[in-house]
Nanobody, 128 residues
Framework: QLQLVESGGGLVQPGGSLNLSCTVS????????IGWFRQAPGKEREGVSW????????KYADFVQGRFTIFRDKTKRTVFLEMNSLKFEDTAVYYC?????????????????????WGQGTQVTVSS
């Protein structure tokens, strides 16, 4: 059984940084592409970033391009989302997710429809 556990959220001032972690357990780590999503109060869940199984391919939503970095560390079985230059509008619950077959073949990797396994989420609050 695949399990995804997010951590690293918290309260940060605008312009600050946070590093989110998504630890994968239960099945081989390199089997899974991983996506990061977020959901703010009253808004729909939106895709933030995605990394392929190998870590060589990545995709970012336009609103985080140049500020967020996704990478994976197989020794720690963890996918990280490094977030810099945070803005008020980055406030949300952040989730990591994995697709049912390990890859998002033929689908937009930033679409939540491509994913079947989800973590519990971690709150990120950007406030002065």
């Amino acid at each position: 059984q695949l399990q995804l556990v997010e951590s690293g959220g918290g309260l940060v001032q605008p312009g600050g940084s946070l590093n989110l972690s998504c630890t994968v357990s239960g099945l081989p780590f390199n089997y899974w592409a991983i996506g990061w999503f977020r959901q703010a109060p009253g808004k729909e869940r939106e895709g933030v970033s995605w990394v392929s199984r190998s870590g060589e391919r990545k995709k970012y939503a336009d609103f985080v391009q140049g500020r967020f970095t996704i990478f994976r560390d197989k020794t720690k079985r963890t996918v990280f989302l490094e977030m810099n230059s945070l803005k008020f509008e980055d406030t949300a619950v952040y989730y990591c997710a994995a697709p049912p077959q390990g890859v998002v073949a033929g689908a937009d990797p930033l679409s939540s429809d491509a994913y079947g396994f989800w973590g519990q989420g971690t709150q990120v609050t950007v406030s002065s």
